[in-house]
């Protein structure tokens, strides 16, 4: 009996609800939450000063984004009012810098005692996989990326919390207007990546019209940083040339030299994101936004870092799955409505970009030897 009682009640508290709200106590505010919720739930009113920093928890931390935004977020806010999650083994070095906590986005139940018993007030969740990886996996990508953000979706409305879900390139397809394009159009991508991008933007918006969720969301180009080794994305070239660069003096590049997409440096993308974070919810005309930096083609890239790098020899071996994609994706974004609703200002353009990049990988040497 005690069994079959626990089993109801596990069910519950993972289903959604059947078009009854329960009203619960969180540590922001009062808020009515999407998802099914046990009479005998317990629930603890805890007082939070709007002066206090926000307690923040980043999901699918140990990406290539996670990690430099824990970095600045703890910078700013303390150490211990940033907790790192993910499903993997962190390094050394990301275990001993801060609060890591193990959470899997599809257990429901996991994430929400996170949430309550580190009385989370912001939470970003970066958990997804990317393009080239989901269309190798369709299946694992549809999981993570839509039932994920289910879970984080219920659970930032139940508990009042502050989300930032991050969009991308992917978002678009072949029939969005592609040089500018605007925060508003037709999207309709053709990657499970995209599609699951495009589900977050309609369902985020939906949940802050429907339950006043503080959804909020940056569509990013591509994200290019000496921190880490690319994750499978369609605009990694851009990040793997400089490590061939710098190791053997030779790249072969998956797109036509060509192709031009949008870019951003890590740390652009990073003070953006807390920028917006920030931002007064009154300044906010709009809950997605596009955010951009700099385009280039791969054959630009590679005239730049020959400035610096003479010998570096560069030639191109098209892989159709990622054309395909990057063919369907904008080739400049128009980020105006950022710009001008919440200041928005991009610090690094290519020049800058590469001079950088070389510098952290650690390409002196190299460069002293090719002047």
Same mark, same amino acid.
């Given at each position: 009996?005690?069994? =079959?009682?626990?089993?109801?009640?596990?069910?519950?508290?993972?289903?959604?609800?059947?078009?009854?709200?329960?009203?619960?106590?969180?540590?922001?505010?009062? %808020?009515?939450?999407?998802?099914?919720?046990?009479?005998?739930?317990?629930?603890?009113? @805890?007082?939070?000063?709007?002066?206090?920093?926000?307690?923040?928890?980043?999901?699918?931390?140990?990406?290539?984004?996670?990690?430099?935004? =824990?970095?600045?977020?703890?910078?700013?806010?303390?150490?211990?009012?940033?907790?790192?999650?993910?499903?993997?083994?962190?390094?050394? !070095?990301?275990?001993?810098?801060?609060?890591?906590? #193990?959470?899997?986005?599809? !257990?429901?139940?996991?994430?929400?005692?996170?949430?309550?018993?580190?009385?989370?007030?912001?939470?970003?969740?970066?958990?997804?996989?990317?393009?080239?990886?989901?269309?190798?996996? @369709?299946?694992?990508?549809?999981?993570?990326?839509?039932?994920?953000?289910?879970?984080?979706?219920?659970?930032?409305?139940?508990?009042?919390?502050?989300?930032?879900?991050?969009?991308?390139?992917? =978002?678009?397809?072949?029939?969005?207007?592609?040089?500018?394009?605007?925060?508003?159009?037709?999207?309709?991508?053709?990657?499970?990546?995209?599609?699951?991008?495009?589900?977050?933007?309609?369902?985020?918006?939906? #949940?802050?019209?429907?339950?006043?969720?503080?959804?909020?969301?940056?569509?990013?180009?591509?994200?290019?940083?000496?921190?880490?080794?690319?994750?499978?994305?369609?605009?990694?070239?851009?990040?793997?040339?400089?490590?061939?660069?710098?190791?053997?003096?030779?790249?072969?590049?998956?797109?036509?030299?060509?192709?031009?997409?949008?870019?951003?440096?890590?740390?652009?993308?990073?003070? =953006?994101?807390?920028?917006?974070?920030?931002?007064?919810?009154? @300044?906010?005309?709009?809950?997605?936004?596009?955010?951009?930096?700099? %385009?280039?083609?791969?054959?630009?890239?590679?005239?730049?870092?020959?400035?610096?790098?003479?010998?570096?020899?560069?030639? #191109?071996?098209?892989?159709?799955?990622?054309?395909?994609?990057?063919?369907?994706?904008?080739?400049?974004?128009?980020?105006?409505?950022?710009?001008?609703?919440?200041?928005?200002?991009?610090?690094?353009?290519?020049?800058?970009?590469?001079?950088?990049?070389?510098?952290?990988?650690?390409?002196? %040497?190299?460069?002293?030897?090719?002047?």
């Amino acid at each position: 009996m005690a069994r =079959a009682l626990s089993k109801l009640v596990r069910h519950a508290l993972r289903t959604h609800g059947c078009g009854c709200e329960s009203l619960t106590v969180s540590v922001r505010s009062i %808020s009515f939450s999407p998802r099914q919720v046990t009479s005998d739930a317990g629930f603890h009113s @805890v007082s939070f000063s709007e002066t206090d920093h926000p307690k923040v928890l980043i999901t699918g931390g140990l990406g290539q984004l996670g990690v430099g935004l =824990a970095k600045m977020l703890r910078r700013q806010f303390g150490k211990n009012n940033v907790i790192l999650s993910d499903i993997r083994k962190p390094p050394s !070095d990301v275990y001993h810098n801060g609060p890591f906590i #193990y959470s899997d986005i599809l !257990d429901y139940k996991n994430l929400r005692e996170i949430v309550v018993n580190n009385r989370i007030t912001w939470l970003v969740h970066y958990s997804a996989l990317l393009s080239a990886v989901g269309e190798a996996n @369709v299946s694992l990508a549809r999981d993570v990326n839509i039932t994920g953000l289910h879970n984080i979706l219920d659970i930032a409305a139940e508990h009042g919390l502050r989300l930032f879900v991050p969009s991308t390139i992917g =978002a678009f397809g072949p029939s969005s207007p592609r040089n500018p394009t605007p925060d508003l159009c037709i999207q309709r991508p053709r990657t499970i990546y995209g599609v699951s991008k495009v589900h977050a933007e309609l369902m985020g918006e939906y #949940y802050h019209h429907r339950y006043g969720l503080d959804f909020r969301c940056l569509r990013y180009p591509g994200i290019i940083s000496a921190d880490s080794q690319p994750g499978g994305g369609t605009t990694d070239y851009a990040v793997q040339i400089f490590h061939d660069a710098v190791k053997t003096g030779k790249f072969e590049c998956n797109l036509r030299p060509d192709t031009r997409l949008p870019m951003m440096y890590i740390t652009d993308c990073l003070r =953006a994101t807390l920028e917006m974070m920030e931002a007064p919810a009154e @300044v906010l005309s709009m809950r997605t936004y596009n955010i951009n930096a700099m %385009s280039f083609t791969p054959e630009e890239l590679a005239h730049e870092l020959q400035k610096l790098l003479p010998g570096l020899q560069v030639t #191109y071996h098209i892989d159709p799955v990622r054309q395909a994609i990057a063919d369907s994706w904008p080739m400049n974004f128009d980020d105006s409505n950022a710009r001008k609703d919440w200041g928005w200002k991009h610090d690094y353009d290519l020049p800058e970009l590469v001079q950088t990049m070389l510098n952290f990988i650690g390409s002196d %040497s190299r460069i002293a030897s090719a002047n």
